[in-house]
């Protein structure tokens, strides 16, 4: 049994979660309040604390040589300052009421109840595995840690044949094809959707379908697994279709994922239509004074929608717990929402988005227009200037921007950071043809392909509005 609250000087800070958000938070309330002040507990069930998990795909494919290249702080570490991080031990259960957490030592099987003043969730997602037969196959992986990518790099080096099957094609599904076909892999790519990256639409996802293909990958859209196949050793064979059988030594899930909250609901505690955890501005979960949670576990509010979505991202997971951290340790901090930005790639085909797709904007209930254009990344005469494709949508009557996404060759992707500021200040397309952007030939067009887009867009919400 833990010392009680009752018998402590100072206050017990306890995280579920040593990835970016629990350790960014405990990092930042540990420079706000030292060890007399604020103990510091976290809990992590893996192997690995403050990793980047976005950069598996990457190291999956050889394009970051080793593993603990995407950790940015070992568990000494952080016990060097004074964070008593405790690794392969996971938590169990959640007393809110009696405000304590029973944890189980995934080595010796121990257990223990450690009580808290505050504490932190910061429990991940993981990766969706629909219900199907030979789903847990010896073989099939899905890859949302770095425990998660280490035991799929064991099975590739274990394994003879060299044929592999993703299921889905949103952003984990499209990077880990592309990490495979880099491994010498013979790879196809299952989707039920209409096209790759389902975060766009379906117009510009069949750019990335077009890339996919020139890099050797069999894309098979519009088709839904209904089972994975076993061989007479239990391993995965193939995936199945209602039409057709796929062959496959390994299979990757790139589904998507869902929001690690089992404890979290076990608790009582407020979840929302995602499964994510609900909070308010300063990542304090509704209704609990001293509970704050963040990352891939809650949910967040579009600023552009005005609903709650579920986004896993690093770089929210890492706002998030410096908020928490700040809040946590003394002083004030928000985060007030985000407006969906996400970027990715496909060999040399970069792809963007920030906002709304034309079905959220009508699933929000909100009329609009959309205009494309086809520009260059540079001056057109200038070397290297590659083309690009801009989708905007724009609000009908009011002009304001809504959406934009993008695909082309190098330097189109980080351009989307313009859209999601112009989204952030709630401006309209006639307001972004004015920014003044900068300009010279080896960087853009004198009309860069964004301006050149909310130029169009302009012209159309007017025909659009006209009586």
């Known amino acids: 049994m833990s010392m009680s609250r009752a018998s402590r000087s100072q206050e017990r800070l306890v995280v579920v979660g040593g990835d970016a958000a629990g350790m960014s938070a405990a990092s930042q309330a540990r420079r706000l309040k030292g060890p007399d002040e604020l103990e510091i507990v976290a809990f992590e069930r893996g192997h690995f604390s403050s990793y980047s998990a976005c950069g598996i795909p990457y ?8 593993r603990d290249q995407l950790i940015a702080r070992s568990p000494e570490e952080h016990r ?12 169990t259960e959640l007393d809110v009421t009696g405000g304590r957490v029973r944890s189980r030592d995934l080595e010796s099987g121990a257990e223990a109840w450690t009580s808290y003043d505050k504490l932190v969730l910061a429990t991940g997602a993981h990766p969706m595995r629909p219900s199907l037969p030979g789903i847990d196959a010896p073989g099939v992986h899905g890859v949302q840690t770095l425990d998660d990518g280490q035991a799929l790099l064991d099975t590739l080096a274990r394994t003879a044949g060299r044929r592999a099957v993703v299921i889905g094609a949103g952003y984990i599904g499209v990077e880990m094809a592309e990490a495979l076909i880099n491994r010498g892999y013979e790879v196809t790519v299952v989707n039920r959707g209409q096209e790759p990256m389902s975060t766009l639409d379906p117009d510009m996802g069949r750019l990335v379908h077009e890339a996919m293909e020139g890099l050797g990958i069999t894309m098979v859209n519009d088709a839904e697994v209904t089972k994975i196949l076993t061989g007479e050793d239990g391993r995965v064979r193939a995936v199945a279709t209602e039409d057709a059988e796929y062959p496959a030594d390994v299979v990757v899930l790139g589904i998507g994922v869902r929001p690690e909250t089992a404890l979290a609901e076990a608790a009582g505690l407020p979840l929302g239509d995602h499964r994510g955890l609900l909070t308010d501005l300063a ?9 704050w949670a963040g990352g891939d576990c809650v949910e967040v509010l579009d600023l552009v929608s005005g609903r709650e979505r579920h986004i896993a991202l690093g770089t929210h997971a890492n706002k998030h ?3 928490i951290g700040a809040n ?9 929402g985000v407006v969906g930005t996400a970027v990715s790639k496909v060999c040399d085909l970069e792809i963007a988005r920030t906002g709304l797709r034309e079905k959220d904007a009508r699933r929000a209930g909100l009329r609009f227009e959309t205009v494309t254009i086809e520009s260059t990344s540079r001056a057109g005469y200038y070397p290297g200037a590659d083309p690009m494709k801009v ?3 724009a609000e009908r009557r009011t002009g304001r921007l809504l959406g934009v996404q993008i695909v082309g060759q190098e330097g189109a992707a980080k351009r989307v950071d313009i859209a999601a500021v112009a989204l952030t200040a709630c401006m309209t397309v006639e307001q972004m043809t ?8 080896p960087f853009s067009p004198v009309w860069d392909p964004i301006l050149v887009a909310a130029r169009k867009a302009v012209i159309a919400v007017r025909a659009g509005s006209a009586p």
């Open 59 to 66: 190291w999956v494919g050889g394009d970051v040589e080793d």
């Open 80 to 91: 060097a300052r004074g964070i008593d991080l405790r690794m392969r031990t996971e938590v």
């Open 283 to 291: 990542m304090r979960v509704r209704g609990h004074e001293n509970i």
């Open 434 to 441: 004015a920014l003044d952007l900068g300009y010279a030939p």
């Open 321 to 323: 717990g410096q908020v």
């Open 391 to 393: 989708k905007m949508l």
């Open 328 to 336: 946590v340790g003394g002083g004030y901090a928000t985060f007030p």
